[in-house]
């Protein structure tokens, strides 16, 4: 607590918030500040510019959970000065944590006795738990190379080209090589045969994705389980599969139960699932399950006397709070198995009534599957006018922030829109949102062809610059300046409806 | 939002009417193992979860701990407001992105590194000080390697040099990143990373010397400076360009507030990087730690990556991705709320209160102090005569009267050396510095009423049994039937005080 001076001369505390003179001194962006300011105005301040932020439930672009029920809100702020990593001082939490891993492994059919608790981690993220997994395949791949005498220093992966970043920093962080099932036209997830085609010695393991992030597809798991386990009966390498399940992870056992894809499959070693996505909890959880305690190296494991006791971890970071492993648990016992499946049929429900009002406009090609992360990913049946990132642009005025983005090698030339549903995309935003829609493509469709600049940015960080120009007359050139106009007092009506709306 | 179904059954009805106590959630066994099958009321869910929570600690009395435990109220509405805020959509959230950008300028300028006004530095907010080391770890490995593939050496043994003092993490960097540690071991009496013997140890293959500001065990600063100098002559010697890193998770936000003219950042040469934990003495919740570089140069361009995740460019070197947002603006917030003037405010609030602690310690006259006065406010103490008694106990009898404090052995070769280490936080007064002090006397006095117990309870931090065996003190049968009426009498006394 700071200790407070008396204020001589102008009582300066005495200023309403907006009357100091803190509103008018210039932000420090560089350099601390020497002196202290108020509460009330430090708050201000920093609220205020807040407000241009997009609105997290309007950011559409996102799979983490934006809401929650106000008595999870309750657990965190009594949580949020708990530093989760002190085990011994913080026992009930740290129990909270066990249970919540004993929960997943068993939604996820882990082979485990009544009883038994199963081997796994809260991590930040799903990031964390990937890097977790990765790290564990290689010592143990590492490990079974060194006994048996064969070199063990190019260990590499394989994934399909569509695996969220994390797999890359994994590979090249920790020195292993990415290699990626390319993909193509209308097939935008890892295909198992060409994946277990590319399998060599030096796997360490195959990474199927279920609920990929570009189009919200389930890879076929058992499949590349089948094909794997023959070519490791001829081979003798045990290659084994690990499963990103960040998205799906949560979906699939409720909405489809009968989809073989996690421990039921021999192969399956490791799991991992974004507590934060549609384990519904808010920004800043994963969980990371392994098979039995044989797939986790006992080397990797610390046991530290970090503040007293005997602390077993096996984690990246290690202080951090303790209030989304609370909240993780409070889903789960607040929901039940009964409650996840009712928040996700509704999703699915909503997902069906925003794909067919897009389908209704007849203007848009659906590009993401009816199974899966409820997701609508959809392109422009014609994209010579206008493309999907103009389209998104002037949804943003709206206030939706819906992102387009190109498909990864090699399918560049895909250009896709995908709007998320999460639980907290009613019906109701569904349906204007497709009316919204039609509004932006009544307008795009107004204007003239004009020189359109967009430059996509394609995962390997080149920028593809793709200009069209078109010779206009004068007559051309006047109606583009009154469109100008028009979008101008169009937006601002907007705007003002904005006030009034969402927000 | 769950759609709720109309409740036609009848004695589903009359459990909604309950009142939280009333309703049979809370007879029905906890799910340890397996999800429940069906929905609870939130209420039901809330009071069960928050009930069990009462037996965790009290994080405020936790005085093991350097991690921030109280702030503003203010600062808890902006948390509160930002939670469901995805820190990595930096295309989303700009204002946020742009505050992190902020506190890392004005931590690198803190650290007075060498860049101009308006210009921006290199660094990145991260989840702690583990992540943090780590990606300082990763830029200096990979620097060494493309130096020495430039020069057409082996490049397979990295290695880094510390004291055995350091904090776990940098062990974890060593195991996970497959890099040699090489630890200069402690001495007794000197129980930070010897400058002299750290630069002995230095070869080819090291990709850097980490030194500590403010070391978990004592909080003692260790001397950067005297290790840039001879750091600086070696490299000359040899060529090998070797950089330092300062492990400054708890002294980077005291050091330039209490010792200004301390120097051991960017004033010096061969420091690369740098790292605070936000949340220890940066006075903010768990969950916040940032690395700053000290130029671009420093920071390989390779480990950057340029992704394009949900429709723009965004440029990312975290190990983590999806995080929440909330300590980065706390760690605003506090930066602009509290100013230089404020820091050092509190800095000076704790240090005396930890001088007021370590002089109520030394008036018992039982104990030694292992701190020094200059380093992180912290009093790490150990008994003058641990023949009948150890530390352990004292601590495990100061449980009893609320407060947490932690008892360990050092690391080697100073393993027979146990310490108690009270940590002074800003939120820790000197109303309950004196209380401490007093709760101190009297475990102590009870303490010597009771006989040596047979075994001691023993954590270590290297898992190594260390085999200290108390004597058995013959007891006759009168001395065990006073061991019995003490017992009572205690109980009777009421020893239970309710500092929760």
């Excluded at chain 1, 209704?360 to 599957?369: A, E, L, P």
Aim: glycine residues 6%.
């Amino acid at each position: 607590m700071v200790l407070s001076e008396t204020a001589t001369g102008t009582d300066v505390s005495v200023h309403s918030t907006f009357a100091s003179r803190y509103v008018r001194a210039s932000l420090p962006r560089f350099r601390m500040p020497e002196n202290s300011i108020p509460k009330e105005a430090a708050y201000q301040i920093i609220n205020d510019e807040l407000m241009l932020d997009g609105n997290p439930r309007l950011n559409l672009a996102s799979f983490v959970t934006t809401w929650m029920e106000p008595e999870c809100d309750k657990l965190i702020m009594a949580a949020i000065n708990k530093n989760y990593v002190d085990m011994d001082e913080y026992p009930v939490t740290t129990e909270l944590q066990n249970r919540c891993v004993n929960m997943i492994a068993h939604l996820f059919n882990a082979p485990l006795e009544d009883g038994e608790p199963a081997v796994g981690v809260g991590t930040v993220g799903s990031s964390e738990a990937i890097m977790l997994a990765g790290l564990a395949f290689k010592r143990k791949w590492q490990n079974r190379r060194k006994e048996q005498g064969l070199p063990f220093d190019k260990p590499n992966i394989v994934t399909g080209a569509n695996v969220q970043v994390c797999w890359e920093k994994f590979a090249r962080y920790f020195e292993v090589e990415l290699k990626e099932v390319k993909l193509r036209d209308d097939y935008y997830v890892m295909d198992p045969e060409l994946a277990v085609e590319m399998v060599d010695e030096n796997t360490i393991c195959v990474a199927a994705i279920l609920g990929s992030t570009l189009n919200g597809e389930f890879e076929d798991v058992k499949r590349l389980n089948d094909l794997l386990e023959q070519k490791n009966k001829e081979t003798g390498w045990e290659t084994p599969i690990h499963v990103d399940a960040a998205s799906g992870g949560f979906i699939a056992p409720f909405l489809y139960p009968d989809l073989v894809w996690d421990f039921r499959l021999p192969l399956v070693k490791s799991i991992n699932v974004s507590g934060h996505k549609y384990g519904l909890v808010y920004a800043g959880i994963g969980w990371s399950i392994w098979r039995s305690k044989e797939d986790l190296p006992e080397e990797l494991i610390f046991h530290i006397n970090y503040l007293g006791a005997d602390q077993p971890t096996f984690t990246l970071n290690f202080s951090k709070g303790s209030s989304q492993v609370i909240a993780q648990y409070y889903q789960l016992i607040r929901l039940g198995y009964e409650g996840y499946k009712n928040v996700m049929e509704n999703c699915r429900d909503n997902m069906l009534v925003l794909k067919e009002g897009l389908e209704k406009t007849d203007r848009f090609k659906i590009v993401s599957k009816d199974n899966g992360v409820p997701l609508v990913a959809f392109t422009l049946k014609d994209s010579s006018h206008f493309n999907e990132f103009q389209v998104s642009d002037f949804l943003r005025r709206f206030g939706w922030i819906v992102p387009a983005y190109t498909m990864p090698p090699d399918a560049q030339h895909v250009t896709v829109l995908r709007v998320v549903i999460r639980e907290d995309f009613s019906r109701t935003l569904a349906e204007r949102l497709v009316l919204d829609v039609q509004k932006v493509l009544h307008e795009l469709e107004l204007l003239p062809a004009r020189v359109v600049s967009n430059t996509t940015v394609t995962p390997n960080g080149e920028v593809v610059d793709n200009n069209v120009k078109v010779k206009k007359s004068e007559l051309e050139t006047q109606r583009e300046i009154t469109m100008v106009w028009k979008k101008f007092v169009m937006e601002r009506r907007k705007m003002n409806e904005k006030m009034n709306g969402v927000c | 939002m769950v759609i709720t179904s109309a409740v036609t059954d009848p004695e589903e009805q009359t459990q909604s009417l309950h009142s939280t106590f009333a309703s049979r959630y809370v007879r029905d066994p906890i799910p340890r193992f397996k999800m429940p099958e069906k929905c609870i009321p939130k209420d039901a869910a809330y009071q069960i979860i928050n009930d069990e929570l009462m037996l965790d600690g009290t994080p405020r009395l936790n005085l093991a701990s350097f991690v921030t435990t109280w702030m503003e109220p203010e600062c808890d509405k902006l948390i509160m407001a930002s939670l469901n805020k995805n820190y990595v959509d930096m295309d989303e959230y700009p204002v946020t992105t742009e505050l992190q950008n902020r506190c890392v300028n004005m931590i690198a300028h803190l650290y007075h590194a060498p860049i101009g006004d308006d210009e921006a530095a290199v660094g990145v907010g991260t989840v702690g000080s583990s992540e943090a080391i780590m990606l300082a770890g990763l830029a200096f490995k990979r620097k060494w390697q493309a130096k020495r593939k430039a020069e057409g050496k082996p490049y397979d043994k990295p290695n880094i040099v510390t004291g055995a003092n350091v904090q776990v993490c940098w062990e974890k960097f060593a195991r996970y990143f497959e890099v040699e540690l090489k630890e200069v071991k402690l001495t007794e009496g000197y129980y930070v990373m010897d400058p002299v013997k750290a630069v002995e140890m230095v070869d080819e293959n090291t990709i850097c010397v980490a030194a500590i500001l403010g070391s978990t065990l004592t909080g003692e600063f260790e001397d950067v400076k005297l290790l840039n100098e001879l750091l600086t002559k070696k490299n000359k010697e040899t060529g090998w360009n070797t950089p330092i890193h300062v492990d400054a998770a708890s002294g980077g936000f005291i050091a330039p507030f209490l010792y200004p003219c301390l120097e051991w950042d960017f004033r010096l040469p061969l420091v690369k990087s740098i790292n605070v934990s936000g949340h220890k003495y940066g006075l903010v919740y768990p969950g916040v730690g940032w690395v700053v570089w000290r130029s671009k140069d420093d920071l390989p361009e390779e480990l950057v990556f340029h992704i394009n995740y949900l429709g723009s460019d965004q440029p990312t070197f975290t190990l983590n991705f999806s995080k929440g947002s909330s300590q980065i603006i706390a760690q605003y917030y506090q930066f602009i709320r509290l100013g230089t003037e404020g820091y050092k405010n509190i800095m000076e609030n704790c240090r005396e209160n930890a001088r007021i602690l370590r002089e109520g310690i030394e008036r018992t006259g039982r104990f030694n102090i292992i701190s020094k006065d200059v380093g992180v406010p912290l009093v790490a103490f150990s008994l003058k005569d641990s023949s009948q008694h150890t530390v352990f106990e004292v601590s495990d009898h100061l449980r009893k009267f609320g407060w947490i404090v932690p008892a360990y052995t050092m690391p080697p070769d100073a393993q027979h050396i146990a310490v108690l280490r009270v940590v002074i936080r800003e939120d820790f007064s000197r109303g309950l510095a004196e209380r401490l002090v007093s709760d101190i006397v009297k475990v102590v006095d009870l303490l010597d009423t009771l006989p040596s117990p047979l075994s001691t309870k023993k954590a270590h931090v290297v898992a190594v049994a260390n085999n200290e065996t108390s004597e058995k003190a013959k007891k006759s049968a009168l001395e065990t039937q006073k061991e019995i009426a003490l017992y009572w009498k205690r109980l009777v006394d009421g020893k239970r005080v309710g500092a929760c």
